[in-house]
């Protein structure tokens, strides 16, 4: 992967954040991040299956 490269007269700012959730958006945010790996996870093997049926004649 080639590295990122900062050009010259750029700014690179970054933020960092923590959450602190309630029990009721902890789940939310659960859930979310659960639906959200599914898709994924769905979406590589899907690729997987196409590139190994477009190799066989």
Known sequence: MKKFQVKD????????????????????????????????NWAVARCHRSARCASVP
């Open 9 to 40: 007269g750029c700014v690179v700012q970054a933020y960092r954040f923590a959450l602190d959730p309630s029990a009721v958006q902890h789940a939310a945010l659960h859930s979310h991040a659960g639906a959200a790996r599914t898709a994924y």
